[in-house]
């Protein structure tokens, strides 16, 4: 299969048939419920905190650069609603990780007749791995978080650069949700957190496609409720038709 964005991005999308399946409806609930109630804070915060937020960094905006305020209003909106979304699916996908596996594994019996998860783990051994795995993705993810945070308060202070970290927030937000959402299927297979990292690098423009298609849809109110298991599926189906067997 070919390698690209679109290809990645289509793959979020086949999520959304696969949760209206027979076999996997009943793994989707709880995950459903635990994003509706967390996104749902999430948004109340947003809606709360925006216009603080606006007029604070809009006030940092020297008065020559007056004529960028439009754009830096957009901007900085952008940032803010990226960053609240983002922090409140990391608590999602933390409270919700035990029920996310059985779903990966529940899309893949749907897809694969022949597929396999035998485990000699209990459910509470089960419950502490998943967990486990995202702190350690959560580990990750503030460690690629430190210097953006250092390029954001210099964009306070020089909002020229404004732009520039805007867009890397935006990528780091992609592969960050790409890698959230990969790991539960790959980790059904007993994989490593470096091993996830390194198959997907291996094919990354077709992961940030995937990963892009999970930001966008987590940054469109009331839509983001759905965006967990939908994602979970879609990258289930990405992973057995682009990793599965190829190591």
Known sequence: MISNPISG???????????????????????????????????????EQFEGFINWALSSLPS??????????????????????????????IVAAPFNGPLSAAVERHLLANADFSSDKSIAE???SSITSELIKLKHSLFLMMPLIFLSL??????LFSPITAVLWMVYTVW???LEYADFPMANHSMTFPEIRKRLASKRILSLGFGSMVMLATLIPFVNFLVMPVAVAGATKMYIEEFKNNP
């Not at 210099?154 to 909002?159: D, G, H, T, Y």
């Open 64 to 93: 020559w650069l007056s004529w960028l305020e439009w754009i830096m209003w957009l901007i900085f909106a952008i940032t803010f609603y990226g960053l609240t979304f983002f922090t409140f699916s990391i608590i999602a996908n």
């Open 126 to 128: 089960e419950i502490i």
């Open 9 to 47: 991005m289509t793959y979020f999308l086949n999520g959304l048939g696969l949760i209206q399946q027979k076999s996997i409806r009943r793994f989707v609930l709880v995950p459903l419920l635990i994003n509706i109630l967390i996104f749902s804070i999430g948004l109340w915060f947003a809606i």
């Open 176 to 178: 960050v949700l790409t």
């Open 154 to 159: 210099i964009s306070f202070a020089f909002p």
